[in-house]
């Protein structure tokens, strides 16, 4: 029973098309930059809080159970990823600590306790309280839950010690992979998603202001981001990101010096992973961007269908250069051994963090649709229906 007659506004171009009711497998795409504007939705309400609920109870186990324990000589440590916060906050770098919490826990939990605020009365057919504010909240929430990045951290982590002692996955692992897989469906619901689904059962739900058209002191603002990340990459790759002490001696790595460890030990996957994630997305990212807010400084019209497309990938591959961070911490928790084996964060990673956040807020506040209004693209679509394409 879709109203269907309020507006959809594009936020990646910025025009405006009248809605229209979906039918099953249906999405509605710009006219002008081809982003999806609405896909159906498969769940209901209701649905969509029992998705919540098993979320909640798998986000439980993921953090009270360890992720995995390794045993040196006979003796077993186990890891997760609150140990792994307490030990990188005890060796001296708080700033990783409370990074890594923030998007490995904390801020996962926000999102399914707002998730649960909203959905919980929906799903009773009411509008929940606040709920403009929680909508606004949710989308600042999203992009910095890291989830999947963190699985796939354990995963780095235990390919780079299965060769050094022997590794017991536990239950905290299992757990964290099912929640990733919760957490990506999760991720579909937008605040766009969860208004369209107020209006849709008929709820007196506000309507959807077209964005604040962006100004041009973006530009400033973004380049200030960028460059602040480039001075950062410089450390994040020349100084150490832990250090490893054992019955063999000192040594320090840097993270090219772990993708080619990884390399050498025959784990040429895992060291493509990393290297792709660590090395090669931050200096895509700032490339990529620079050219983005480069040629909607000088109101260039060529190519606005392909550079809207690049915006979305820097968006959405942000997060992953986050991992080595993710791997550094679980090593630290992992290797306290005393003499046999003892591994600590170092700088480079409380500067690779740095890169990360500054490459994201760059790319999170630079608006594609400047690139449009630069380009003369200001009129409103509205007459038109949007295009309607079956997935
Ligand atoms: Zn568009």
Redesign the pocket.
């Known amino acids: 029973m879709g109203t269907g007659t309020h507006e959809l506004a594009?936020h990646?171009?910025g025009?405006v098309f009248r809605r229209v009711p979906l039918e099953p497998g249906e999405s509605s795409r710009?006219l002008?930059?081809d982003?999806v504007l609405e896909s159906y939705s498969r769940f209901s309400a209701r649905e969509w809080l029992a998705i919540v609920i098993a979320t909640g109870i798998v986000f439980i186990l993921a953090n009270a159970f360890p992720e995995v324990t390794l045993f040196v000589q006979g003796k077993g440590q186990a890891a997760s990823l609150i140990d792994a916060v307490r030990v990188t906050w005890e060796s001296g770098y708080p700033e990783v600590a409370a990074m890594t919490f923030a998007a490995g826990f904390l801020l996962p939990l926000a999102h399914i306790c707002l998730l649960f605020w909203i959905l919980g009365a929906l799903a009773f057919g009411r509008l929940p309280v606040f709920f403009k504010e929680s909508l606004h909240l949710l989308d600042a929430l999203l992009p910095w839950c890291m989830v999947p990045v963190f699985l796939m951290g354990v995963l780095v982590a235990v390919v780079k010690m299965a060769g050094l002692a022997s590794l017991v996955p536990g239950i905290g692992l299992f757990a964290t992979a099912v929640l990733a897989v919760f957490i990506t469906m999760l991720t579909g619901l937008s605040s766009h998603k969860l208004l369209t689904m107020a209006h849709d059962m008929g709820l007196d739900a506000p309507v959807e202001k077209t964005p604040r058209a962006p100004t041009p002191a973006l530009f400033a603002r973004t380049w200030a981001l960028i460059l602040a990340a480039c001075i950062m990459y410089l450390p994040a790759n020349f100084l150490p990101i832990m250090e490893i002490a054992s019955i063999g001696g000192a040594s320090s790595h840097t993270i090219l010096g772990g993708v080619i460890e990884l390399w050498g030990m025959g784990s040429w996957d895992i060291a493509l992973v990393v290297f792709i994630a660590s090395v090669a997305v931050p200096i895509f990212k700032i490339v990529a961007l620079s050219t983005l807010v480069f040629l909607a400084q000088v109101r260039s019209t060529s190519q606005l269908k392909q550079r809207t497309q690049l915006y979305k990938v820097v968006e959405f591959i942000g997060q992953w250069s986050m991992l080595d961070v993710f791997v550094v911490i679980l090593l630290s928790a992992l290797g306290r051994f005393g003499n046999l084996l003892t591994i600590k964060p170092s700088g480079g990673a409380a500067a690779f963090g740095c890169v990360v956040v500054l490459t994201m807020l760059a790319a999170m506040g630079f608006d594609p649709r400047l690139a449009w209004r630069r380009a003369g693209h200001r009129r409103h679509l509205s007459s038109q229906r949007a295009n309607i394409t079956l997935n």
């Open positions: 594009c990646h171009c025009a710009c002008r930059c982003s």
